[in-house]
């Protein structure tokens, strides 16, 4: 592997990571309802985010990976949508206060990050050692 790509890895897991500490302290604000004002803004703040994060891929790569990278985003997006509606009704059932409603979604994704993450090592381990 290129020195710049285990570095660019190394990078783009110390952006996740950074993220995700500062996002329940800054963004969350402890346990509080969000508004939907302030709803629209976070989720405007992580869209850019995403957006220049792609811009950096077409940059530092080239046009070929930015534009998979591009796809691949608008594909999840598109069908995370279903996924807020999934949310509402989990909520509604078990009765989740709105306060604690974002505390309750951020880990949840950083379960679902973790078990993704050890899911793909597992199956690139499994991979490798059955190829070859």
Known sequence: MSTFLTWAWVGFTGLVVVMLVLDPFVFGQGA?????RRATILSAFWIAV??????????LVGPQRGGEYFAGYIIEKSLSVDNVFVFALIFSYFAVPARYQYRVLFWGVVGALMLRGVFVLVGAGCWSTTTG
């Open 32 to 36: 509080r309802e969000i508004s939907f």
């Open 50 to 59: 995403a957006l220049l994060f792609g811009v950096g891929v077409w940059v």
